[in-house]
């Protein structure tokens, strides 16, 4: 129980500020207008437009809650979530895990949208597969936390990672049309590969289970490095004296 009332702390936290409410909300939807008129265009499948602007939102959102722990530095509150806990951290992932649980709400946001914009309901997303996005996006953003934890100028590498991980994950260009050999490697290389290529599944010969047990043995792979690369930043920062404002 103590752990949920931390994530409903800081997922509360998170919404408070209205920057990254804004952001999802601003990048979802300018997304779903980019796939909509792209539709109308040069025609195309609006599931699949729907369901990428949705990714693209909550993986965006994703990003900047890695940028978390980067806010409780600038507001001096870094250095005491490290310092009071007996489990400093699975505290710090807490932090960055509640407001990656923000991105799910892309999902009906662009769902919204869409009806909207073409008067079409397009059908929902398999849950599971969603919470299987949620699972690949989050392992990624705790190994771009461990980055804010060793140093106050990780922002810079929110904006390096952003674009790249949505091309090679294949929500810019479909694994599909890939080579085969390096289509196979980002499947397991990226979390991110295999949840997109299952939720996009009108377009890929790759059996969906397949897809489930590729990104979820990704996405723990990160996880490890996640918790590796987050001792070795903590231990590094306790040192160096960088969890103080800056």
């Known amino acids: 129980m103590r ?10 936290q998170f919404c408070a500020v209205s920057h990254f409410a804004q952001t999802m909300v601003l ?28 990714m693209i939102g909550m993986w965006t959102t994703s990003v900047f809650s890695a940028g978390l722990l980067g806010f409780e530095r600038h507001k001096g ?3 005491h979530l490290v310092s009071d806990s007996r489990h400093t951290l699975a505290t710090l992932a807490l932090v960055v895990l509640s407001a990656a649980t923000f991105g799910l709400v892309s999902f009906p ?41 060793l140093t106050p100028n990780a922002i810079a590498y929110e904006g390096l990672l952003l ?13 599909a049309d890939m080579p085969a050999r390096m289509a196979d490697v980002l499947r397991l290389a990226i979390p991110l590969a295999a949840p997109v290529e299952a939720l996009l599944s009108t377009a890929t010969e790759v059996p969906i289970p397949l897809s489930v047990l590729l990104g979820l043995m990704s996405s723990l792979s990160w996880i490890v490095l996640a918790w590796v690369l987050g001792r070795l930043a903590l231990r590094r920062a306790l040192v160096s004296g960088t969890l103080e404002v800056v």
């Open 77 to 79: 509150t870094l250095v």
């Open 3 to 12: 752990w949920l009332r931390v994530c409903w702390f800081n997922l509360r």
């Open 109 to 149: 946001a662009a769902w919204i949208a869409w009806a909207l914009l073409s008067h079409i309901v397009v059908p929902l997303p398999n849950v599971g597969l969603v919470l299987l996005f949620w699972l690949a996006c989050s392992s990624v953003s705790l190994v771009i936390a461990s980055l804010f934890v």
């Open 27 to 54: 990048v979802t939807t300018t997304t779903t207008l980019v796939q909509w008129l792209g539709i109308r265009v040069w025609g195309g499948n609006a599931t699949v437009a729907c369901m990428r602007a949705a």
């Open 163 to 175: 674009a790249p991980v949505m091309l090679v994950s294949g929500l810019l260009w479909p694994l």
